[in-house]
């Protein structure tokens, strides 16, 4: 068996006037992230392991923000297809560890939900797929609420 490990991390600021996404579940709160798609910082991250994982670029190498057919994408989709790529190079997601970094809103009623989300797209359970969250004790700009960050680490196997 031929095991791939990936590491990917995104920043987005946070903004009024957006909605915010992480892990493909909307979040209420009053700041949402900026960005080019829907910025969900956590499917970015894991996309980027993924990707990382067969060194295949970064999702910005596939889903640049220049181009408008990206222009407030569902995260979910760039994730569908970021799936869908490792596994034509016949590679499938053995687990994803995660961490959000962010001062609010508290993630925890919302975790489940997420791991469903991302597990039913990456075809492994929600065993599989842990998300953590931590803030920074209100230092540096996720501690003053201006932006969020995500860290994901992936464990890719070859498929027989």
């Not at 068996?1 to 990936?6: P, T, V």
């Not at 995104?10 to 892990?23: K, S, T």
């Not at 075809?123 to 860290?151: C, H, N, P, W």
């Amino acid at each position: 068996m031929s095991y791939r490990i990936g590491f990917g991390i995104d920043f987005h600021q946070l903004v009024e006037g957006r909605d915010l996404w992480l892990g493909g579940v909307k979040i209420p709160h009053h700041l949402g992230a900026k960005g080019h798609s829907d910025a969900d910082v956590l499917l970015h991250a894991i996309c980027d392991a993924m990707l990382g994982a067969l060194s295949l670029g970064d999702i910005g190498v596939h889903f640049p923000d220049t181009d408008q057919a990206y222009k407030n994408i569902d995260s979910k989709i760039l994730l569908t297809k970021t799936y869908e790529l490792i596994s034509s190079k016949a590679y499938t997601v053995v687990n994803v560890d995660s961490s959000l970094c962010l001062e609010a809103p508290k993630i925890k009623p919302f975790v489940s939900s997420m791991q469903s989300c991302i597990a039913s797209i990456l075809q492994i359970t929600t065993e599989d797929i842990s998300i953590k969250a931590t803030t920074t004790e209100k230092m540096g700009f996720v501690g003053r609420e201006e932006g969020l960050v995500a860290y994901a680490t992936v464990l890719l196997q070859k498929k027989n």
